[in-house]
């Protein structure tokens, strides 16, 4: 009996993915732990493996798909001894078709920006804009947003099947720029070239997984959390001489310790003398962590992403050093898994070294508090008493009000300072 290779659910918290790359073709014999997929989640792009072995029979969702619900049948399997050509995708299994998914997808219409519409395919007879004689073509969602914004649908061209307009044609216009709009012309797979308000041109780009949920999760950060912001100025000095000394004893061992490693150790044993800071607000009551996870910011081609340094405050430097290298490459490349991105107590982002001398980020939900690091530079700075010119850099804590005071944050502001200033405290 064939076998139906279904939609995997990559994380805990996944409900859909884009199917981002065939590996096999039909009729290649599949065996178990056989590659078959590149699959994009909401944080990363993870290779889907066969658990079942037999001859790829069928494909049912094309390369590219997005919004490809979790346990959709993606495939299906010819056992040894079935004929691969009688095997078919059940009746109703395959991913649904864009105008379904566009419809199935409007509740989250309101948190996440729209993606931009794929390319139109010419059919032998096109409807001009959207409409078959008196009839506009028009899926019921993005009728019902033109008739909030007041857009005339018999001005927008459609992107759909035979010219079908949806939401994607319409959400970023309103009465006045419907007819620019729709005489818009299309450029590439990913992208259109138009001209907005102010007549200057721009290319629509469309936003993968990732982006969305950054966009869904940050907007929520904003409006739910009540963030405060405390600040304050770090003498690097100290922890530059100390980051020297170690990594030359550490050569041998094809070690080299960053400065944001230390940093990472710094904001965990700070976590230790402040417990109250490392907790999360859970509606009526509030998580307290005896275990210090830190997040840290790392830029990948796809958008940000925190793989998370585990008990960090109980681990050497040179661990954390090489973990860190290990995780960093790992996110650039697509590769995490979601163990090593999913959890986390705080965060911690350096844009130190791109020259950014002092930001405010956002609180991770549903951690607590955010480590923003500026750029270490020469600075005026009073030292035993005396003006001297010294490094500092300027660090900013975002905490979550709901569940850390200003004083608390201001106390593990003062432990992070005092370790980087007096740094022997992070080898003990």
């Given amino acids: ?240 001489a100390l980051r020297k000394q170690l990594n030359s004893s550490l050569e041998a061992d094809n070690v080299k310790l960053s400065v944001n490693d230390l940093i990472i150790k710094a904001l965990a044993r700070a976590l230790q003398r402040e417990p109250q800071c490392n907790v999360s607000f859970q509606g009526d009551v509030m998580h307290q962590y005896t275990r210090e996870d830190v997040s840290v910011a790392v830029a990948a081609p796809t958008g940000l992403i925190t793989p998370i340094i585990r008990d960090a405050g109980r681990k050497g430097l040179a661990e954390i050093s090489t973990e860190m290298k290990e995780l960093a490459g790992k996110a650039r490349d697509g590769k995490l898994q979601p163990h090593e991105y999913q959890g986390g107590t705080v965060s911690l982002s350096n844009l130190g070294m791109f020259g950014t001398k002092q930001f405010d980020a956002v609180i991770n939900p549903p951690q607590g508090m955010i480590l923003a690091v500026g750029a270490g530079e020469q600075r005026p700075h009073v030292v035993d008493g005396a003006l001297q010119v010294a490094t500092v850099m300027s660090v900013t804590g975002s905490f979550d009000h709901r569940a850390i005071d200003g004083v608390d944050g201001a106390k593990l502001l003062d432990q992070f300072r005092s370790l980087i200033e007096n740094p022997m405290g992070l080898v003990v």
Avoid: C
């Avoid at 995708?89 to 989250?108: I, L």
């Avoid at 409006?223 to 922890?239: A, F, G, M, N, S």
């Fill in 1 to 240: 009996m064939a076998i139906e290779i279904k939609m995997p659910a990559l994380s805990p918290t996944m409900e859909e993915g884009t199917l981002a790359k065939w590996l096999v073709k039909v009729g290649d014999t599949i065996q178990s732990g056989d590659i078959m997929a590149e699959i994009e989640t909401d944080k990363a792009t993870m290779e889907f493996e066969a658990v079942d072995e037999g001859v790829l029979a069928a494909i049912a969702v094309e390369e590219g798909s997005e919004n490809v619900q979790v346990g959709t049948v993606i495939a299906m399997l010819a056992e040894d001894g079935e004929d691969a050509g009688d095997v078919s995708v059940p009746s109703g299994a395959t991913a649904p078709a864009p105008e379904a998914a566009e419809e199935a997808s409007a509740p989250e219409a309101a948190l996440t920006p729209a993606p931009a519409p794929a390319p139109a395919t010419t059919p032998a007879k096109p409807a001009a804009s959207g409409s078959s004689g008196d009839r506009i073509i028009a899926s019921p969602l993005a009728k019902r947003i033109a008739a909030q914004k007041g857009v005339e649908l018999s001005a927008v061209k459609g992107s759909g099947p035979r010219g079908r307009i949806v939401k994607a044609d319409v959400e970023g216009l309103d009465a006045s720029t419907a007819s620019a709009k729709s005489s818009t012309p299309t450029k590439g797979a990913a992208s259109t070239q138009a001209a907005n308000d102010y007549d200057a041109p721009f290319e629509e780009q469309k936003l993968n997984n990732v982006r969305k949920v950054i966009a869904r999760r940050l907007t929520e950060a904003k409006q739910e959390i009540p963030h405060i912001y405390l600040t304050v100025d770090v003498r690097l000095d100290p922890l530059l």
